[in-house]
Nanobody, 124 residues
Framework: QVQLVESGGGLVQAGASLRLSCTAS????????MGWFRQAPGKEREFVAD????????SYADSVKGRFTISRDNAKNTVYLQMNSLKTEDTAVYYC?????????????????WGQGTQVTVSS
C-alpha cells in the first residue's frame, strides 16, 4: 500500500507562484509513475502533468504547458509541481497520484494510488 500526502496549496493572487509537494510512503518510489490531476468545482477531474520513474520524461496538459513544471526527488520520495503565472482558472483541488508502472501516463485509470488533495485558489 502506498500513501501519498500533498502539501503546498493555498490562496494566491493571479500571476503568483506556488509549489505543491507530494510525499509517498514505501521503498519503491523510484520505480513509480507519478502524476498530478486537478478538479475544479462542478467539473470532472483532469490531467495536469505526469513524470516517469527517472524524471527523464514528462508531459503536460495544454492548459498548463509553459507555466507548470513537474519534477521528482527519488531520494526524498517526493514529487513536485511548480506552478507559475497562476490564473483564476487554475483554481481547483490538486491530487497527486502514483502507480507501480515506471512509464508516465495521462490516464486516471492507470494510477492506483491517490492523495487526499490540496486546495489551490487563485484570486483575480
Amino acid at each position: 500500500q502506498v500513501q501519498l500526502v500533498e502539501s503546498g496549496g493555498g490562496l494566491v493572487q493571479a500571476g503568483a507562484s506556488l509549489r505543491l509537494s507530494c510525499t509517498a510512503s514505501g521503498r519503491a518510489f523510484s520505480s513509480y509513475r507519478m502524476g498530478w490531476f486537478r478538479q475544479a468545482p462542478g467539473k470532472e477531474r483532469e490531467f495536469v502533468a505526469d513524470i516517469n520513474w527517472s524524471g527523464g520524461s514528462t508531459s503536460y496538459a495544454d492548459s498548463v504547458k509553459g507555466r507548470f513544471t513537474i519534477s521528482r526527488d527519488n531520494a526524498k520520495n517526493t514529487v513536485y509541481l511548480q506552478m507559475n503565472s497562476l490564473k483564476t482558472e487554475d483554481t481547483a483541488v490538486y491530487y497527486c497520484a502514483a502507480d507501480h508502472s515506471p512509464y508516465g501516463s495521462r490516464r486516471e485509470s492507470e494510477y492506483e494510488y491517490w492523495g487526499q488533495g490540496t486546495q489551490v485558489t487563485v484570486s483575480s
